[in-house]
């Protein structure tokens, strides 16, 4: 069993920055695609970032510049610093994380989401 936990998000002024984190665990082999989406009230949930392991990085046009995914595969995490935030930030923001397991292949994780609020 996997399990993806965010942590980070919060009340911040507009201007402002936050970090959040993603930690998987449980009986992981490997993971290669991870990534960041958020869902704001009444809208549909969209991509914000991903990484693969190897580095590579897709922004949402919106936040480029503004965000930075990176992460620490020993540890199975993955990051978003959030700078320069906006109120149009504010929304739920939800982890995802392609899981290979030894034998049985490549499965797509989610977290339960983590809330970011950006006031004006």
């Known amino acids: 069993q996997v399990q993806l936990v965010e942590s980070g998000g919060g009340l911040v002024q507009a201007g402002g920055s936050l970090t959040l984190s993603c930690a998987a665990s449980?009986?992981?082999?490997?993971?290669?695609?991870m990534g960041w989406y958020r869902q704001a009230p009444g809208k549909q949930r969209e991509l914000v970032a991903t990484?693969?392991?190897?580095?590579?990085?897709n922004y949402k046009d919106s936040v480029k510049g503004r965000f930075t995914i990176s992460r620490d595969n020993a540890q199975n995490t993955v990051y978003l610093q959030m700078n320069s935030l906006i109120p149009e930030d504010t929304a739920v923001y939800y982890c995802?994380?392609?899981?290979?397991?030894?034998?049985?292949?490549?499965?797509?994780?989610w977290g339960r989401g983590t809330q970011v609020t950006v006031s004006s």
């Open positions: 995802n994380a392609d899981v290979v397991f030894r034998y049985s292949g490549v499965y797509p994780h």
């Open positions: 449980g009986n992981i082999f490997r993971i290669d695609v």
């Open positions: 990484t693969t392991r190897g580095g590579n990085t």
